[in-house]
């Protein structure tokens, strides 16, 4: 079975840092590229990070790029999404993804966790 828990989330101010941790069991983590999204509410999910099976190559959206890393140790089977320089605008919940080599879409998702920015 395929599982995908992430932690970390919380209730921080604006301008605090935040890492996420994706932890997935129940396939190879090596062969799969991951991605972290995010839901706000009344919002439609926005994908903002996206990284490759062995880390080689990162994309975020224009609204994270040079605030948030995304990451991965394939030894642990985890992924991670640091957070830096938390805006209110962040304040969602975070999703992390997989997805096999040849896959087009994110095929197996955590529950998701959530992430509030105060100002």
């Known amino acids: 079975q395929v599982r995908l828990v992430e932690s970390g989330g919380g209730l921080v101010k604006s301008g605090d840092s935040l890492r996420l941790a994706c932890a997935v069991s129940?396939?190879?983590?090596?062969?799969?590229?991951m991605a972290w999204f995010r839901q706000a509410p009344g919002k439609e999910r926005e994908q903002v990070a996206a990284?490759?099976?062995?880390?080689?190559?990162?994309t975020y959206s224009d609204s994270v790029k040079g605030r948030f890393t995304i990451s991965r140790d394939n030894d642990r089977n985890t992924g991670y999404l640091q957070m830096n320089d938390l805006k209110p605008e962040d304040t969602a919940v975070y999703f992390c993804?997989?997805?096999?080599?040849?896959?087009?879409?994110?095929?197996?998702w955590g529950q998701g966790t959530q992430v509030t920015v105060s100002s």
């Open positions: 129940g396939l190879p983590f090596e062969n799969y590229g």
């Open positions: 993804a997989t997805k096999g080599k040849i896959s087009i879409r994110y095929e197996f």
């Open positions: 990284i490759t099976t062995n880390g080689g190559h990162t």
